[in-house]
């Protein structure tokens, strides 16, 4: 009993953190990832005047999503047409946010609101920075969807509204879709790749 | 026009000159209030246009009749400048609905600026797209005066091919005079004439000075002038004696002296005739005249110049009038004995009513004591040519006086100039000087001596035209080294001008060598900073060449330098594009977009954007748009051509690309891809044949090779495609892509060590790229019978992520990825 108690003291009083992740404007510049967010409709379960949907898209890290409802808290982002989806990126801070910081999200993908099945459930604890969240179904490949939904299900120290600053989605850029010329690695193969 | 007009007018023009639009304008309204004539209207309408507000001009004479020729032709041009084409053509030529007018009809209305009128409407006609009339218009205006080169120029990016040596000759003197406004250069060759002239000209213009220094001043004027005086004698000499008003002459007078002397023009044509071309061939007014002192032939530059007639200073050298006798005028230079010269032109004014005949002299004026040889400012030909140059030989003149003549020339095209080389008029007129006291020229009668100088200056540029005509026609045709090999003969102060060497890094551009381009493009950089036109290939050569730095340093100095440029802007989505910052370039495209409607490569360059975002539909609309300003960019049909290959319409693709390579010929780039085209359509040997004519016309080009040796693959032609990759590792030793393909062949041979060996070599180059071609690689062969060994593959990559796994491991995966053998 003791001994389990000490195991219970000992993993409280030693929460791993979540680690900040990379910039995701780096995975951009490696080309093979790109931001598909604009060719998405995005929308929100509720949020407080000025802290909406275009906070939440801006580029910007000052500047916030605050929802008004009750949890949980959903974004949705739909597109025209089945996408490939390979990485979400969700920029949380717990020094900024405090109780506002989501702690339990969860991602469902769909073709549409009643159609959501969940892949992820991710817990985050005491974030600091962008979180990359790999999209991915049972076959390790970039799942295709028409719907995501990021569902703010528990934000830290109970709280009950949650500030988001920034959410960016990735599609892996398909290099067989430049049909037939593959990437290359060297300039002078990618020079005289096409005419610009 | 009255007297009473006169002194404002030359006020008015005198401010146009100074680029005083403010108060020209004011000036110009308050004539327009006072005197509601004509001619009036058209100074004001001037004013307005000059200021560069071409919406007054246009409301302005549209709201008042326009009977004279300058008013129309002026009308129009503002008509084309605000995009009213159908206007502006019906101003011209009667419209589309009215009875047309025929070129000839036009000529004879709008006399002297028909060849300009022409040209306008030529441009008129292609952009609305009828490029036969179009074409037939810049033809003719060439005709009437070959020292236009834009409507050259417009033929040949149309698709035409205008011979250089047709059209850049003056065929008669008929010809001459009628381009140079105040035909400074007619010679007429008997004696009545010439005295007629001046005489008219001085009875006519009481004021004669002021407005001869006015026109002096407004060079650009002379294109409206004469219509009926063409033949005019160079050196019209206005009597200093006939200046009545003394207050304006001193004032002028003050002026003239205080220009700088930088140089006079021969040839009071064009090239004198605005304040900004440099004449060709020029004088420096300071240098004495090595030699014989007694002549002074001294053509001056328009602005530069303006001599007023310094009253009463007879003991300056008088400026003879051509045939005339010493006795009239002295327009000499204050101080300089030698140096006389106002460069007159005389120049009737518009044509009709208003012969206000203010003579407006170009000429360049003989000195008075009728023995004295004059002084050719031989000066005029030859700038650095007192030795025999090479390039000499091509401007000699043709006539005896063998004067070596270098001329120099006023840029072409861009209104570029280069400086009168003064060191060397120096030598020249040294040379000439020799030259010309060996007596030849004495034999020449003083005003056919200048007619011919004149005559050779002209010469000399048309010889240049020529060339640079060559050159240009050959790079439109995209025969590129023809055209490098035409451009870089050209003199050297020529080449080393940012307009030829544009031309000459763009042919280089077309050829894919990036290299040599990126040199040229840095060179002109480094000569002609304020250059925009042909930056944006430049910023595409960069972003070829990957040097994002240099290209966001070009996009910075032109986006700072003019913001309504659509090439700075072009340079900057290039920029962005590189750093794959997609959506910002997609928005400079679309700025290039609309400062300049009409630039067909900001299309193009934003169709790419696109394809590259995936926005397939935008990207077409963009295309298509590109096309439509231009029928003949070449890259938009490229770009139409790959978004149907993208979409796998690969007949349409292929008919995109062969209609690309109808009007590039040369370009090994198109070659290649229609190559895979067609091996994508199945029609496998005539691929190979294109891909060979392509290795044939480009041997450098590396995908040429790695197509050929894919479509070998495809076609199980191992040997060959192991032959062909393996020429190709020692041309481009690091590209992943290559060892991977070798591995294939090696795998489909059976020879696993070496496909092993080289699957890790492009694992080692390129471990994402290869992966993603992998797992492409496993997609394909996803079938449900290979399940089992799919699987395994597919643990084995999931953990793979780094080349960190076993090789093994690795290989084996690759290996039985690698069964596919599409690439």
Not at chain 1, 10 to 39: C, H, W, Y
Not at chain 1, 105 to 130: A, K, M
Not at chain 1, 163 to 188: A, L, N, W
Request: one cysteine or more.
């Amino acid at each position: 009993m003791e001994s389990i108690k000490e195991m219970n003291i000992f993993k409280m009083t030693t929460p791993n953190k979540t680690p900040p992740g990379a910039d995701p404007k780096q995975l951009e510049r490696t080309g093979t990832v790109r931001e598909i967010g604009s060719q998405a409709v995005w929308s929100l379960s509720s949020c407080k005047p000025g802290f909406g949907v275009d906070q939440l898209r801006d580029d910007n890290l000052e500047t916030y999503w605050q929802s008004d409802g009750s949890q949980p808290h959903l974004v949705n982002i739909q597109f025209r047409r089945k996408t490939t989806v390979k990485t979400l990126c969700i920029y949380a801070d717990y020094k900024s946010d405090e109780s506002y910081t989501p702690s339990k999200i969860s991602v469902r993908v769909g073709n549409n609101f009643h159609n959501l099945q969940e892949i992820r459930q991710l817990e985050l604890v005491e974030p600091s920075g962008w979180i990359h969240v790999p999209l991915t179904d049972n076959h390790k490949k970039p799942t295709r969807t028409f719907m995501i939904q990021i569902a703010v299900l528990a934000n830290h120290q109970n709280g009950r509204d949650t500030h988001m600053r920034q959410i960016k989605i990735y599609t892996p850029v398909e290099e067989s879709s430049i049909g037939k010329f593959p990437r290359c690695t060297t300039i002078d193969f990618m020079m005289y790749r096409s005419i610009r | 026009m009255t007297v009473l007009q006169e002194p404002v007018q030359a006020a008015i023009w005198q401010a146009l000159n100074h680029y005083a639009y403010r108060d020209a304008v004011f000036l110009a309204e308050r004539l327009y209030a006072e005197v509601h004539s004509e001619e009036a209207l058209f100074l004001l309408a001037t004013c307005y246009y000059r200021s560069g507000k071409a919406y007054k001009a246009y409301r302005l004479l549209k709201g008042h009749s326009c009977t004279t020729p300058q008013c129309k032709y002026l009308l129009a041009k503002c008509c084309v400048d605000l995009s009213k084409l159908a206007e502006g053509e019906q101003i011209l030529s009667g419209g589309v609905f009215n009875k047309q007018k025929s070129h000839d009809d036009i000529v004879t209305e709008f006399g002297d600026s028909a060849c300009f009128t022409l040209s306008l409407l030529g441009h008129v006609y292609c952009k609305t797209d009828r490029l036969a009339k179009g074409s037939e218009c810049y033809q003719k205006s060439l005709s009437l005066n070959p020292f236009l080169w834009s409507p050259f120029e417009s033929l040949c990016e149309i698709g035409e091919k205008p011979d250089p040596d047709q059209t850049f000759k003056l065929t008669s003197i008929q010809n001459f005079s009628n381009c140079l406004p105040n035909s400074c250069t007619t010679l007429v060759s008997n004696h009545s004439l010439s005295h007629r002239q001046p005489e008219t000209v001085l009875t006519e213009t009481p004021q004669d000075t002021i407005e001869l220094n006015r026109l002096n001043l407004e060079s650009s004027n002379s294109k409206y002038s004469l219509n009926t005086d063409s033949s005019y004698i160079d050196s019209a000499v206005i009597s200093p004696d006939t200046v009545p008003l003394g207050t304006g002459t001193s004032i002028l007078s003050k002026q003239v002296q205080n220009k700088p002397k930088t140089g006079r023009s021969l040839l009071g044509g064009p090239a004198a005739l605005s304040p900004l071309t440099p004449s060709f061939g020029i004088l420096p007014l300071e240098t004495p005249s090595p030699g014989d002192g007694s002549y002074l032939q001294n053509y001056t530059n328009t602005p530069s110049v303006i001599d007023v007639p310094s009253t009463g200073a007879p003991t300056k050298k008088s400026v003879a009038r051509i045939g005339q006798t010493g006795t009239k005028s002295v327009f000499s230079q204050s101080g300089n004995s030698r140096e006389v010269t106002p460069i007159l032109v005389a120049q009737t004014q518009s044509s009709g009513p208003q012969t206000s005949t203010t003579p407006q002299v170009l000429s360049p004026t003989i000195t008075s004591p009728p023995n004295a040889l004059p002084r050719r400012s031989s000066r005029l030909f030859t700038s650095d040519s007192s030795t025999t140059k090479e390039n000499s030989k091509k401007l000699k003149m043709k006539f005896p006086p063998k004067i070596p003549n270098r001329k120099t020339k006023s840029k072409t095209n861009k209104g570029g100039i280069t400086q009168p080389n003064i060191n060397d008029s120096l030598e020249i007129t040294k040379l000439d000087s020799s030259i010309i006291s060996e007596g030849k020229i004495s034999t020449f009668t003083p005003q056919i001596q200048a007619f011919n100088l004149q005559k050779a200056a002209a010469e000399g540029l048309m010889s240049l035209l020529r060339e640079m005509g060559k050159g240009y026609l050959a790079l439109c045709s995209y025969n590129c080294k023809e055209a490098i090999n035409i451009l870089s003969h050209l003199p050297s102060h020529h080449y080393n001008t940012g307009w030829v060497l544009c031309q000459i890094g763009r042919a280089y551009f077309e050829l894919s060598e990036y290299m040599q381009a990126e040199r040229i493009f840095s060179e002109v950089r480094r000569i002609e900073n304020y250059r925009v036109e042909g930056m944006e290939i430049y910023s595409t050569t960069l972003w070829h060449l990957q040097k994002d730095v240099a290209l966001s340093v070009l996009s910075k100095d032109l986006t700072d330098m003019d913001k309504n440029s659509p090439e700075a802007w072009c340079a900057a989505g290039n920029c962005f594009s590189l750093q794959r910052e997609h959506d910002i370039a997609i928005k400079f495209f679309q700025r290039a977009i609309q400062v300049d409607p009409n630039y067909a490569y900001a299309y193009t360059l934003l169709g790419h954007e696109f394809v590259l975002t995936e926005e397939l539909d935008k990207a077409l609309a963009c295309f298509r748009n590109a096309i439509r300003v231009n029928p003949r960019h070449y890259n938009a049909w490229y770009g139409l051509g790959m978004i149907y290959y993208k979409q796998e319409k690969f007949s349409l693709a292929e008919m995109h690309f062969q209609k690309a390579l109808d009007i590039n010929p040369q370009s090994s780039v198109l070659l290649c891809h229609i190559g895979v085209v067609q091996h994508a359509l199945k029609k496998s040997e005539k691929a190979l044949d294109t891909l060979n004519k392509a290795i044939v016309i480009d041997p450098k080009n590396p995908l040429c090779k790695f197509h050929r040796a894919s479509v070998l693959f495809a076609n199980e032609k191992y040997k060959s495609a192991l032959q062909e990759l393996e020429e190709l590792k020692q041309i481009v030793p690091k590209e992943s892509l290559v060892y991977f393909l070798i591995g294939k062949v090696y795998k489909k041979l059976g020879q696993t060590h070496l496909a092993l060996m080289n699957f890790s070599w492009a694992m080692d180059l390129d471990p994402k790229g290869a992966n993603n071609q992998i797992k492409e690689a496993i997609d394909k062969r996803y079938l449900p019978d290979d399940e089992e060994p799919i699987t395994q593959e597919e643990q084995i990559m999931g953990t793979d992520e780094s080349q960190e796994s076993s090789m093994t491991d690795a290989d084996d995966t690759q290996l039985h990825a690698a069964e596919s053998d599409e690439f």
